[in-house]
């Protein structure tokens, strides 16, 4: 373990388990960094970057970062917004993207306006109360909702006599569907998201971590191609691979030959290659990106 000390550590708060527990080691360890949690023990420091990880709650995440109990944190923008804490966004981490959504009894209302004056169920009881009071006043309707605040299974509270509706994530649907509930109206988009507090006393650990994390993103979004092609293909061939700035081409020893090597998108990549095959290139080959840094979007 490293010797530096507390004030010298930068307090970086990770959900402590479910789905974005998993999604946010994998991203630390694809930002290099090293680190070993003692089993049942909610606080890990990092070996080669002075930054300790404290496991958290992803709901608790954004009290701890705005309170500056820890200084950074990975946790989902709905429990941001839920906390209504003031901290600064740093980067979307493109993982834990869902809705926030109004869902009903399938067949049994119209729209989000039919449930005004009801109960509501949910385990985000201010936005859910703040939606319903700006939807009330939007319709100049005078009766107060009411919200009932639960911890989790929000889907089964219809069937249980909870309440009328329920306001709960939405990724696929499948659990909405599955509870016999459909959805009305969308109260937020949300996503994992990198914050700080407003006062974080490590500027150039975090500046280090944010570029780390977004090299890391960007490479999984991309793969190197690299071919070779006749100087009477090169344009046909360097207009399918503009590259993000601009494609590498350099001189083959053989004569009117060039080596053209550009980041592609992963999702084009296929289509890529077939267009590149098509109009002349040779040896083309696919390379996933471990990591980058300097690019345009990275700035
Ligand atoms: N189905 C989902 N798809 C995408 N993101 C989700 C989903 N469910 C939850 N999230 C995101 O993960 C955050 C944490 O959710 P939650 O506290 O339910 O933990 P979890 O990872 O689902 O673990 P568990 O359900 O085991 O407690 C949510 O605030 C939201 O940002
Ligand atoms: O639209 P879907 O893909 O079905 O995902 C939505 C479900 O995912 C989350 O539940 P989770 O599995 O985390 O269980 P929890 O309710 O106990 O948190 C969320 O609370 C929804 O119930
Ligand atoms: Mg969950």
Avoid at 131 to 156: H, I, P
Avoid at 163 to 183: F, I, N, P, Q
Avoid at 249 to 260: K, P, Y
Avoid at 271 to 276: A, F, S
Wanted: net charge negative.
């Amino acid at each position: 373990m490293s010797s530096t000390s507390r004030d010298e550590r930068c307090l970086l708060a990770v959900p402590k388990k479910g789905r974005l527990h998993e999604r946010c080691m994998k991203l630390l360890q694809g930002c290099g960094l090293e680190c070993e949690r003692a089993e049942r023990l909610d606080i890990a420091h990092c070996d080669n970057i002075p930054i300790t990880l404290v496991f958290l709650p992803a709901a608790d995440i954004p009290k701890f970062v705005g309170e500056g109990n820890v200084d950074i944190g990975i946790t989902g923008q709905d429990v941001i917004r839920e906390e209504s804490v003031d901290v600064t966004q740093l980067l979307e981490l493109g993982f834990g993207k869902c809705q926030l959504a109004v869902q009903a009894p399938k067949g049994q209302y119209a729209s989000a306006a039919d449930l005004i004056g009801k109960k509501i169920v949910t385990s985000f009881p201010n936005l859910t109360a703040q939606f319903f009071k700006e939807l009330a006043a939007s319709k100049g309707r005078t009766e107060d909702t009411t919200v009932v605040a639960v911890g989790g299974s929000v889907e089964v509270s219809c069937t249980m006599g909870l309440g009328d509706a329920v306001v709960d994530l939405v990724e696929t649907g499948a659990t909405m569907d599955a509870a016999g509930l459909e959805k009305l109206d969308v109260i937020l988009r949300t996503q994992c998201v990198l914050i700080a507090n407003k006062s974080c006393g490590h500027p150039a650990i975090v500046d280090r971590l944010k570029k780390r994390m977004q090299g890391f993103l960007d490479a999984q979004q991309y793969s190197m191609v690299s071919y070779n092609v006749h100087a009477a293909n090169k344009a046909a061939a360097i207009a399918i691979t503009p590259g993000r700035r601009s494609p590498n081409v350099t001189n083959l020893e053989e004569e009117g030959w060039f080596a053209i090597s550009a980041m592609v998108k992963k999702s084009e990549l296929m289509d890529v290659m077939d267009r590149l095959a098509d109009c002349g290139a040779i040896d083309i080959l696919a390379f996933d990106i471990r990591s980058c840094r300097g690019s345009a979007q990275s700035q």
